[in-house]
């Protein structure tokens, strides 16, 4: 019958998976060590938050009349004042300001400020205090932003493919120690764009270890445990916010704050010693005595047989069937209607999660409230809303994502009502803000698993790799979306909570991928309709391929 199908299908595993069994202490380790790579990955990822930090600014008085004028009393002389009876921070009254009194407002012309005054309660320095980076030059903050997602981008795919010739080892070295000396370069540039030059060499460095690390982890990680892995791994980049806001508290110079983060980082590099090669990347190039020497190590740590692992690889290997001459690429995705539906879908959701989470999380500064704390709050809440989406994927893919990005939506759009200052340290603008993080937690990983579930297997790799490049390119927008703050405060929340509602909409017109038979071919995946592959019939999974069914 098919469960005796589904069982003697399920009884053959890989050769890495008989050596040292689907997770344990072995397996534990090397994951913890590739998720701690997810603290520098947040911090650099997020660290605009502290560098371009909002700071009140003004036209800069004239250096006679710095020592006798307070700042209130030159704003009022000197800037005039907007619509909404705030000041003018970008132009000033056209007058030599020889002496304190002045003409009549409405007598006087204005011209554009030519330097600035800064506000210095909160941060000493910032790339904005130090450069001018306000007015005209403001959307300078939000070009070094979307350069440094590019090169996350970039470095996702220039690594990915170092890592399928060279090993996962060497590339994620590499990546961690041009991830440290770079960030330094950063800190110590005396130019904006060699900064700007610096930060972008850094993110392709950053989306090196972002992909290899956790393609590492999912090679050493049996069928079992990779849905919830996948998902854990997540966690330390919510604690990685929480680390940088305490940085950020402790240094208020925001080149001492990227160079302690850029030193933390290269601390990293010390897993040269403790980090293995990946033994599936091993055997699929023909290394099998290099393979062997790292299973048996493997099996050592999860306390099993390590004299039957070299029996065992020669026998899966020998065994090991010959790999299709044809391969599915990208191009498949969109050939036949269904699967052209469900990947463009797909990646319009990446799409929307990159933008959202990314955008929103750069815009924490400016929410209200303590910026510190308000980042720690984020980070926070982060680390349960990642272990809650373990459970909450167990009642459906489709179901999860829907309501985390309905529940985004919505606390975006209630930001919107709140002006900042109605309450005491805004917190119901925090509230929001943490609940909308929240959200983002939930959908991502759960993204993740659904996407994995929905691609063919012949295009998996292709489909998640497509996918995440979405999500990057979303990322690269994200900080000009932020920026429309500049014509009116609701723009950004606006479009965020829209797009996240318009995803949960896409979403919901998938199919859903719970308790499913994964599909393998092309074919398989043309025919993943509304209905899937898990209708029932006297209560077994009609068989209707040698794919087993899918469980959580």
Known sequence: MARAAMSAREATSDALQDAVGDFGRWQAGVSLLMALLKLPIAWFQLSIIVLEAHSDFWCARPSHLRANVTTEQWRNISQPRLSNGAYDACRIYDHNYTGFEVGPPENRSTVACQDWEYSRDIFQETIVTEWDLVCSQAVMTDIAQATFMSGVLIGNVVFGMAADRMGRKLP???????????????????????????????????????????????????????????????IPFSLGMCMMSAVAYLQRDWRDFQFTLSAISALFLLYWWFIPESPRWLLAVGREKAALRILENAARWN?????????????????????????????????????????????????????????????????GGDIFLTTVIAGMIGVPGTMACIYVVKFGRRKCI???????????????????????????????????????????????????????????????????????????????????????????????????????????????????RLPDTLEDGEKFTQKCTKELENGNYIQVSQQPAYKD
């Open 172 to 234: 994620l070295m590499f990546a961690i120690g041009l991830q440290a000396v770079t960030g330094v370069l950063a800190a110590f540039s005396p130019w904006f764009y060699g900064f700007v030059v610096a930060r972008f060499f850094m993110a392709v460095a950053t989306g090196g270890t972002m992909i290899i690390s956790f393609v590492l982890v999912m090679e050493i990680v049996g069928n079992q445990w990779r849905t919830t892995i996948a998902i854990l791994y997540q």
């Open 303 to 367: 306390g099993r047989d390590v004299t039957a692992v070299k029996k065992v690889l020669q026998h899966d290997v020998s065994d090991e069937e010959p790999t299709p001459a044809g391969k599915a690429g990208f191009a498949d995705l969109l050939r036949t209607p269904n699967l052209r539906h469900n990947s463009l879908s797909l990646f319009f959701c990446w799409f929307v999660a990159g933008l959202v989470f990314f955008g929103f999380s750069q815009t924490l500064g400016r929410v």
């Open 402 to 516: 829907c309501s985390s990005q309905i529940v985004t939506g919505v606390a975006c759009l209630l930001l919107i009502v709140i002006p900042k200052g109605m309450f005491p340290g805004d917190w119901p603008r925090v509230l929001l803000s943490a609940t909308t993080l929240t959200g983002m937690c939930l959908s991502f990983p759960a993204l993740y698993v659904f996407s994995g579930e929905l691609f063919p297997t012949v295009v998996r790799n292709v489909g998640l790799g497509s996918a995440s490049m979405f999500s990057r390119l979303g990322s690269v927008f994200a900080p000009f979306v932020k920026s429309l703050d500049a014509f009116g405060h609701f723009w950004p929340p606006l479009i965020f909570g829209c797009a996240s509602l318009i995803g949960a909409i896409v979403v919901a017109f998938l199919p859903e991928t719970r308790n499913c």
